[in-house]
């Protein structure tokens, strides 16, 4: 079902038992600069908010199965609070916000679910497409990670949680400092972490905005501990899934820390092709043939879901302008190491590769761009034995899915470079 036009502001439908409480989330919501309304069915909405704390549970799973049945399936669930009977939270939420407090993060965590929902959606688009080539898609299980990263200060508080969450099976790994935060960030792999933001000895801000900058850490899941009254600042909110008082039980604590830890995004791997008879020999990248039946795929959900779609062209210049395979070959290794899993690059020729990106706006590729561009600027590489050092310079254009476009046009318009953002490397 084809869309007039795309938008980037998700749209919140606000299930509440209560009038007042209702319009006052729905103010908390608009004061983020959030769509939300009250009790809204009767339009597309991208997230149903239903608040666990008004509402009887018959009544949310009633909500949950509707969405689930009816054209609204593709709308995220997400809960705030608990029912105040005692009930289990339902297990269909997508996101579980754990009090008003965290309500505060509302933004950002919306619009993470959301991207892990366009990740989710497109692995199961890689599968059809890799089944219409012949392609066995499998995948290993891997053990569970339950591996956590607390980062804050030593304290008989921390080692009680320790003690409790080892208890659970959980494996406490302590960093008492940003950097050495992050420095285990790049050298192990965490289910989450859990970020201390009243120890303001180890600048919970400052590891936020490090894990801001690096794409591979982006999205990792964070549970801040805070005081109650506790207001974040905008690092935080970027960064946190959920923000907890540090006041709560260990039980309580612990508990939404293992359920950060069991909804994670598809991993890198559930990516990978399966083989290689649809990637290019000389850079690892998609066959153009299988790139352009998939972008097929990736538009029409794109349409079906309103969801933007953004193609980006690289032109590999290298050397004095003309392109080598090694300066294609070394820009397609770099577009793979800096580009999201769901991201999907192919050669198109001897000098230029295309990159559809799934759930991105132009602005959003062009910063995918010019992280590229600056990595290629500022490196080079050894094609030969003693021969000097190689640097490749790049071109690169943008262009954003247009509702009326089938995948050769909006590819046919990217090369052609019409209505598009441009942008060139430093020689």
């Known amino acids: ?195 201390d933001v009243s120890a303001t000895s180890i600048r919970p801000d400052n590891f936020c905005a490090m894990v801001q900058r690096s794409s591979n850490l982006a999205e990792m899941p964070i549970l801040a501990l805070g005081k109650s009254d506790y207001i974040p600042s905008e690092h935080i909110i970027e960064s946190a899934a959920d923000i907890i008082d540090d006041n709560s039980s260990l039980e309580a604590i612990s508990d939404q820390l293992l359920e950060l830890t069991s909804n994670q995004a598809p991993s890198a791997k559930e990516f990978l092709a399966p083989q290689s008879s649809i990637t290019d020999a000389e850079t690892g990248l998609f066959t153009r043939n299988f790139f352009e039946d998939h972008l097929d795929r990736q538009i029409e959900w794109s349409l079906d879901f309103n969801q933007p779609l953004t193609v980006l062209i690289i032109d590999v210049l290298g050397a004095d302008d003309k392109a080598d395979i090694r300066d294609l070959a070394y820009t397609a290794s770099v577009v793979r190491t800096l580009l999201r899993v769901q991201d999907a690059p192919t050669r198109l020729n001897d000098s230029t590769l295309a990159i559809s990106m799934p759930g991105s706006t132009k602005q959003t590729a062009s910063y995918a761009a010019r992280r590229i561009e600056g990595v290629l600027d500022a490196t080079a590489f050894e094609s030969e034995l003693n021969q000097p050092a190689r640097q490749v310079t790049i071109s690169w254009k943008v262009t954003e899915l247009n509702p009326e476009q089938s995948a050769n046009q909006l590819l046919s318009d990217a090369l052609s470079n019409t209505q598009n953002d441009k942008g060139h490397a430093a020689a």
Do not use: W
Not at 13 to 18: F, K, L, P, T
Not at 100 to 122: C, P, W
Not at 165 to 183: H, M, P, Q, R, W
């Open 1 to 195: 079902m084809a869309r007039s036009e795309f938008s980037n502001q998700l749209k919140i439908s606000v299930i509440c038992g209560d009038h007042d409480r209702s319009q006052t989330i729905c103010k908390t919501l608009a004061d983020l600069q959030l769509d939300a309304h009250s009790g809204e069915f009767s339009n597309m909405v991208d997230i149903f908010l239903i608040d666990l704390t008004t509402c009887r549970p018959a009544l949310v799973e009633e909500v949950i199965q509707y969405t689930c049945e009816s054209r609204f399936s593709s709308s995220l669930i997400v809960t705030l609070g608990k029912f105040p009977c005692g009930a289990e939270t339902p297990k269909r939420a997508d996101v579980r916000l754990s009090s008003d407090n965290a309500l505060k993060l509302a933004r950002s965590r919306f619009h993470f679910a959301h991207r892990t929902a366009a990740r989710r959606a497109e692995i199961e688009l890689r599968r059809e497409s890799y089944k219409r080539y012949g392609c066995i898609f499998t995948t290993q299980a891997e053990d569970k990670n339950y591996d956590v990263l607390y980062v804050g200060e030593a304290s008989t508080r921390f080692m009680s949680l320790k003690n409790h969450l080892e208890t659970l099976g959980v494996n406490i790994i302590a960093a008492f400092s940003a950097y050495t935060a992050f420095d285990y960030l790049h050298d192990h792999k965490f289910a989450a972490v859990l970020l």
